[in-house]
């Protein structure tokens, strides 16, 4: 009897003990979860602090597409103006730069992201404005230059016209355009020939003289955009005085079957068509022009005063020495170009990229950059600036132009490009490769140019 006793004793003793064991082991258990949880609390606190801190410090990236590169002749200022940007931005905000070799490459590639709806923060409207607008893509400028004064008083008032959809500002420009012609004087001097042509006659006298003496007269381009042969066209066109009407009008062409555009196309024609101008011309990019001109191959190219940096830039085939042989002169019969320019737009659908992209617009087009943009390479300023004594002395060809455009006979004309709807500027460089080619006639250019154009009235 004492015998089992003692072991029920036993026994009771050492479930206790188990069962304080385990009951210790719980509370130690609940403790150590306790503090597990607390310690993960603080962990995921601080991480979320770091992060918070991290995307507060974070730059903002601006993805921007942009053919103002290589040997366009605005890169060496779009460069600029993105070194200063990111150095003035470093921390908050940064430009990198996607390179789109050719004007006419750029606007496609704005087309297709268009398509999409999905734009860059920062746009260079080009002949995309109205499609951007009527897809509501862009930010109505307005209230920004309403609530910084100083800002809105730089641009005259053609250049916000020029940049509005519907009483709205929608783009803003940093360069004017101011466009003659230049010529070698060496290779006009190897010729026989002592300046440039006052009438047309004389122009296409020129022209054979320097074929004679083996100098392929003329830089030319019907690719990309067609810019350099347009300009010479749009010369001819104003001829006339239904011509002077057309390249002075407001609005946006919409009748090219007028017999001012098909005789323009005509007197064009024997510039290919008599070899007065490179083999590459046909079908050939503004780059095959510009760097024909540079390197001596050829005596004229038509273009504006952005080009003059590129005279003297080794990055761009020019030299001191080069620079020196060119002179700058006003088309036949007095003519030249001056219109403003289509702008940069905001497209950003975000808060963050709308703040990056007003900081980035007020930068490209703010007095300090459009100055430095003139001590670069020449750019006229789109802005009401006086252009420095220390400009005109380094850009000597930019203050004969200014002289030039500032004498009585001198007429004025808005570009061919600057009336066309997008879709049309497509339509002038392919008929314009095939009417250098022989392969279509004036009149069908014409026909097709105002199909194109009437599809914007539908």
Known sequence: MKKILCITLACILVLTSVILTACNGQQSDAKSSQADTQSNTSDSSSKADTTKSTEASEEYVIKYPTHQIGTNTSAPANAEMVRTFNEKYKGKYRIEVEEVPGDKNYVDKIKILLASRQLPDFVYGSTNIDAIYEQGLCMDLTPLLDADPEWKALFPEAVLEYNSRDGKVVALPNEGQLVGYYYNKELFAKAGIEGPAKTWNEFFDICKRLKEAGITPMSMQTGDNAFVTQ????????????????????????????????????????????????????????????????????????????????????????????????????????????????????????????????????????????????????????????????????????????????????????????????????????????????????????????????????
């Not at 390249?247 to 323009?264: H, P, S």
């Not at 950003?348 to 992209?357: L, P, S």
């Not at 950059?369 to 670069?376: A, D, E, K």
């Not at 006979?409 to 997008?422: G, P, V």
Request: glycine fraction near 8%.
């Open 231 to 458: 300009l010479w066209l749009g010369q001819m066109i104003v001829t006339s005085d239904e011509g002077k009407q057309m390249l002075r009008a407001t609005v946006k062409e919409t009748n090219y079957n007028k017999q001012c555009f098909i005789d323009g196309l005509k007197m064009l024609q024997p510039i290919f068509t008599e070899g007065y101008t490179t083999k590459d011309a046909i079908g050939g990019m503004y780059e095959n022009a510009a760097n024909n001109f540079i390197s001596g191959k050829t005596a004229m190219i038509a273009n504006g005063t952005w080009m003059i940096g590129s005279f003297s830039d080794p990055n761009m085939g020019g030299s001191e020495e080069f620079a020196k042989k060119v002179d700058i002169a006003l088309y036949p019969e007095n003519g030249y170009y001056s219109n403003p320019f289509a702008g940069f737009m905001i497209c950003a659908q975000t808060e963050k990229g709308k703040e990056a992209a007003i900081a980035m617009l007020k930068h490209w087009t703010s007095k300090e950059t459009m100055l430095s943009n003139l001590r670069i390479m020449g750019m006229v300023p789109s802005g009401k600036i006086d252009i420095p004594q220390d400009v005109l002395e380094k850009w000597p060809l930019l203050g004969k132009m200014l002289q030039l455009k500032n004498q009585p006979e001198a007429q004025s004309y808005f570009t061919l490009t600057n009336q066309m709807y997008s879709n049309v500027v497509d339509v002038l460089s392919q008929y314009m490769t095939l009417f250098a080619d022989g392969k279509c006639t004036a009149e069908e250019f014409a026909q097709a140019m105002t199909e194109a154009a009437q599809k914007n009235l539908e």
